[in-house]
T-cell receptor
Framework: ETGVTQTPRHLVMGMTNKKSLKCEQH?????MYWYKQSAKKPLELMFV???????ENNSVPSRFSPECPNSSHLFLHLHTLQPEDSALYLC????????????FGPGTRLTVL | GEDVEQSLFLSVREGDSSVINCTYT??????LYWYKQEPGAGLQLLTY?????DMKQDQRLTVLLNKKDKHLSLRIADTQTGDSAIYFC??????????FGTGTRLTVIP
């Protein structure tokens, strides 16, 4: 596989569930990102990791918990979400933090019931 | 933080030119980007322009930057049905963060 992959592509969960989104990049990049895409809103940067260290956390509620075990993998752990958290969650990577050509995965479409 | 604004929708006829506009607020933006999102896919970088340039052309794509007015546009010549997608404008600030707009959904009518 090449590029940036995300699983699952679709997820439906209840407000009391715990689930995780997975992102994997096969590009040898050192920086990875989580974004939230909601209809009619700007793409929102949630978290940034550089060399497996979190360098940015844009006031994201604690019900979203990222994890970056190595430079190729990024997770977003979800628990007790709200219906307004329903959105497309996009993962991206770039060569490093100062190089801003970002490569995006296809996203996980999350629906919270 | 930076505010990046775009109109939500644009429709054009096949063969016509499309112009997608974007405004931003941070005058210290260093690079400005255009990304394309096709249905069911992530964003793909189309082109970018450095803030000290006012125009960049790449085949059917022309980017115009008016730094004084903080206005960026993307012109697609001879628009094809395969150009139907959502186009995102993004601004990079000194902190290396990208600030995206809402995206403009371009519909090409055959």
């Amino acid at each position: 596989e090449t590029g940036v992959t995300q699983t699952p592509r679709h997820l439906v969960m209840g407000m009391t569930n715990k689930k995780s989104l997975k992102c994997e990049q096969h590009l040898g990049h050192n920086a990875m990102y989580w974004y939230k895409q909601s209809a009619k809103k700007p793409l929102e940067l949630m978290f940034v990791y550089s060399l497996e260290e979190r360098v940015e956390n844009n006031s994201v509620p604690s019900r979203f918990s990222p994890e970056c075990p190595n430079s190729s993998h990024l997770f977003l752990h979800l628990h007790t979400l709200q219906p307004e958290d329903s959105a497309l969650y996009l993962c991206a990577s770039s060569q490093d933090r100062s190089y801003n050509e970002q490569f995006f995965g296809p996203g996980t479409r999350l629906t919270v019931l | 933080g930076e505010d990046v604004e775009q109109s939500l929708f644009l429709s054009v006829r096949e063969g016509d030119s499309s112009v997608i506009n974007c405004t931003y607020t941070d005058s210290s933006s260093t690079y400005l980007y255009w990304y394309k999102q096709e249905p069911g896919a992530g964003l793909q970088l189309l082109t970018y322009i450095f803030s000290n340039m006012d125009m960049k052309q790449d085949q059917r794509l022309t980017v115009l930057l008016n730094k004084k007015d903080k206005h960026l546009s993307l012109r697609i010549a001879d628009t094809q049905t395969g150009d139907s997608a959502i186009y995102f404008c993004a601004s990079e600030t000194g902190a290396n963060n990208l600030f995206f707009g809402t995206g403009t959904r371009l519909t090409v009518i055959p």
